[in-house]
């Protein structure tokens, strides 16, 4: 079964740091790229981060960048986002998801998310 | 950035009803559209990738059309597992990829 199991939540001040894991199993993980999106109470969707299948290329949303890092371990098969300089609007539910991908005519593409864990909740507050 | 824009907020159905929600692009995303359904204290579930494209496992009702600036996720006949938050999201035009606000389609 191809699973996502992501972990590391927590209730925090602003300022602090914080690391999300994510472990996959059932798919061959270092074949696909790799996100994190998060959800905030109440709201819809933001994409938060995304690493290439060899970690080569990483990419973040304007709002994190310079605070999160996103990193993987093919060996281990798990997927990271540190958090640094955690801010109140930071608080969300983060899912980890793996990115599909299709060929048509010759061209791939991918950056849609087809798998996805159950999340693991981050609250920042003083 | 490409802004997606879900219509409508809310949308009211009776079972058994066509269902057809509607999500339109700032710019041109060609066919890089996917479709997901949330329900309440769930993960999101991918329905439709490439526009029109069933993901593994979900049903024929779904279906998904549009290309460019507009989309269009119709469900033939509601069913009761079916009344859930609906997201679009483009992965043309990246970093970011980008989502709607949302659809919440409701029992009527």
């Known amino acids: 079964e191809v699973q996502l199991v992501d972990s590391g939540g927590g209730l925090l001040q602003p300022g602090g740091s914080l690391r999300l894991s994510c472990a996959a199993s059932?798919?061959?993980?270092?074949?696909?790229?790799m996100s994190w999106v998060r959800q905030a109470p109440g709201k819809g969707l933001e994409w938060v981060a995304n690493?290439?299948?060899?970690?080569?290329?990483?990419y973040f949303v304007d709002s994190v960048k310079g605070r999160f890092t996103i990193s993987r371990d093919n060996a281990e098969n798990s997927l990271y986002l540190q958090m640094n300089s955690l801010r109140v609007e930071d608080t969300a539910v983060y899912y980890c998801?793996?990115?599909?991908?299709?060929?048509?005519?010759?061209?791939?593409?991918?950056?849609?998310?087809?798998?996805w864990g159950r999340g693991t909740t981050v609250t920042v507050s003083s | 950035e490409i802004v997606m824009t879900q219509s409508p907020a809310t949308l009211s159905v009776s079972p058994g009803e066509r269902a057809t929600l509607s999500c339109r692009a700032s710019?041109?995303?060609?066919?890089?559209l996917a479709w997901y359904q949330q329900k309440p204290g769930q993960a999101p579930r991918l329905l439709i990738y490439?526009?029109?494209t069933r993901a593994t496992g979900i049903p024929a009702r779904f279906s998904g059309s549009g290309s460019g600036t507009e989309f269009t996720l119709t469900i033939s006949s509601l069913q009761s597992e079916d009344y859930a938050v609906y997201y679009c999201?483009?992965?043309?035009?990246?970093?970011?990829?980008?989502f709607g606000q949302g659809t919440k389609l409701e029992i009527k």
């Open positions: 998801a793996r990115e599909g991908a299709y060929c048509t005519n010759g061209v791939c593409y991918t950056h849609y998310m087809d798998v």
């Open positions: 059932g798919f061959t993980f270092r074949s696909y790229w």
């Open positions: 690493i290439k299948q060899d970690g080569s290329e990483k």
């Open positions: 710019q041109s995303v060609s066919s890089n």
């Open positions: 490439g526009a029109s």
């Open positions: 999201q483009q992965y043309n035009n990246w970093p970011p990829v980008t």
